[in-house]
């Protein structure tokens, strides 16, 4: 029975959540060879018995990266910022996080909240409800490249228990921005395809806007079947999908050469797919045991007409922004 099941068991409400939360296990991500509660980590910080690695948790976030990955969360974290700069909250304002994702934004970020938004409330209405109803319990949710945090905090309030994941603990744009909400939830920095959590302890996973960021999409996939008990489902929220690689190609170039106009310097570490497109969904599905159940929020009449506009002015079609619920075939 997977440990996600055996924590709530017969429980409900804020006693479930506790238990949850205090049965998590961290693995550690250098050897996978041994484990420790992830509250231990929390507090005390830890080393691992079989490689003597040492994992520490600073203003609030277990910092899992090991010495490459902290080089190569440098580079990202620097060019990452520098091609989203002006899209979040600024951080003037800590209540500004609260709002998420209905944040009515002015400027470079407006589109962005206005489709995240949207999203949510899709996600939350067509997937998150339906889940809830058939397991009348909490749930043990892992957000991955969540960012500041704010759907982690969106679940909490609706009474589960996240693990906010991300590879960014930007104060501002990362994860120590979620030191503005009142309700509490693990963070962890790692790699979404290097997750420092014993397996299948999780009920659901969730990309809020980030599997397109994952070097390696199968590797991710396979890493987040690890974590997920039985019956677990992934949901990706907000990863651009082209009818053609062809599409997701043309914009991915026009974004890298713009980033170096802007930067002065080509992007290093920013080099991700970017993008699914309709044969990769399928392939992935195919190769990983996984169906997928696709769900297209609605965004408003000017939205639902951008691809017509596009073929009729001859231009590159826009991806769509789907959620996507995959359930691996057998459990």
Known sequence: MARAREAHSGLTGPGAIVNALSALRFQCPACRAAETSLGAVQAHGWTCSSCGESWTCQEGVVRALGPDARRRQARFSDEYLFAHRGEGPDGADPADHLELPFRRATGPGEEQWYI?????????????????????????????????????????????????????????????????????????????????????????????????YAADYRAALREVRRLLGWGGQVVILDTPIYESYVYGEQVREERLARFERERGAPAESLLSMEYLDEKMIRELGKDLNIRWRRVRPWRGLRWSLRPALARLHRRTPPPQLEVLVGSWVGG
């Open 116 to 212: 995240r938004a949207g999203t949510y409330r899709c996600f939350e209405r067509k997937v998150l409800a339906p889940i809830e109803q058939a397991a009348n319990r909490p749930l043990s949710v892992l957000e991955l490249g969540a960012g500041v945090g704010w759907l982690s905090y969106r679940l909490a309030l609706r009474g589960h228990a996240p693990v906010a994941l991300d590879l960014l603990d930007d104060p501002v744009r990362g994860l120590g921005a979620a030191r503005h909400y009142p309700q509490a939830f693990p963070r962890i920095q790692a790699e979404l395809d290097n997750v420092p959590l014993a397996d299948e302890q999780f009920d659901l996973a969730v990309f809020s806007a980030s599997f397109h």
